[in-house]
């Protein structure tokens, strides 16, 4: 079981655009369309921004978009919020198991 | 409301064991795979284990393989993790968090959490 690659942090200023690159391998993020992001801010619960790659929860902007190429998923954010600083993780199904990124700090300047 | 709502952390000896519960309302608890997530001080999010609708079907992160057992009660709507052999790498916050397999295939509702302290 192998854990996702995202970069440590991303940093970005009141409505700029920020991507957030998430590694896996062909047996997770490349083998399946199970691909989710969440956001967390400190001391709360995670939350569900983006599942099946692209798709947005009710609820979440819709400048709050995700993509994937081969086994690279990302996740965009477009004109940044103050509120938007927080942790992000991605996740993907792989066959048996979920596998999660080690998390990306977005710190909004 | 839709909703989870953990119980059960606490301190707890090395070797030590511990059983959580996660109690689901607003939903229809028998139609959704259910999960257990962790995340140690500072850390990021870890998979610890999942169970199928049904509960015939139970998955193990390979940290808590043969040491943790998940479970489900259809009648009183709540999930279970049972720790044994604690040891102080699962020092950490435990969500449960719920999987809907018709629809998002995400963890789409998630619990605030509930503390694992494993320290003499």
């Known amino acids: 079981q192998s854990a996702l690659t995202q970069p440590r942090s991303v940093s970005g200023s009141p409505g700029q655009s920020v991507t957030i690159s998430c590694t896996g391998t062909?047996?997770?993020?490349?083998?399946?369309?199970?691909v989710s992001w969440y956001q967390q801010h400190p001391g709360k619960a995670p939350k569900l921004m983006i599942y099946?790659?692209?798709k947005r929860p009710s609820g979440v902007p819709d400048r709050v978009s995700g993509s994937k190429s081969g086994s690279t998923a990302s996740l965009t954010i477009s004109g940044l919020q103050p509120e938007d600083e927080a942790d992000y993780y991605c996740?993907?199904?792989?066959?048996?198991?979920?596998?999660f990124g080690g998390g990306t700090k977005l710190t909004v300047l | 409301e839709v909703q989870v709502l953990e119980s059960g952390g606490g301190l707890v000896q090395p070797g030590g064991s511990l059983r959580l519960s996660c109690a689901a309302s607003?939903?229809?608890?028998?139609?959704?795979?259910m999960n257990w997530v962790r995340q140690a001080p500072g850390k990021g999010l870890e998979w610890v284990s999942g169970?199928?609708?049904?509960?015939?079907?139970?998955y193990y992160g390979d940290s808590v393989k043969g040491r943790f057992t998940i479970s489900r009660d259809k009648f009183k709507n709540t999930l279970y993790l049972q720790m044994n052999s604690l040891g102080a790498e699962d020092t950490a916050v435990y969500y449960c968090?719920?999987?809907?397999?018709?629809?998002?295939?995400?963890?789409?509702?998630w619990g605030q959490g509930t503390m694992v302290t494993v320290s003499s």
């Open positions: 968090a719920r999987v809907n397999w018709n629809d998002k295939h995400a963890f789409d509702i």
């Open positions: 607003g939903f229809t608890f028998s139609g959704y795979g």
């Open positions: 169970i199928s609708i049904s509960g015939d079907s139970t």
């Open positions: 062909s047996s997770d993020v490349g083998g399946y369309n199970y």
């Open positions: 099946h790659v692209t």
């Open positions: 996740c993907s199904f792989a066959g048996s198991y979920w596998a």
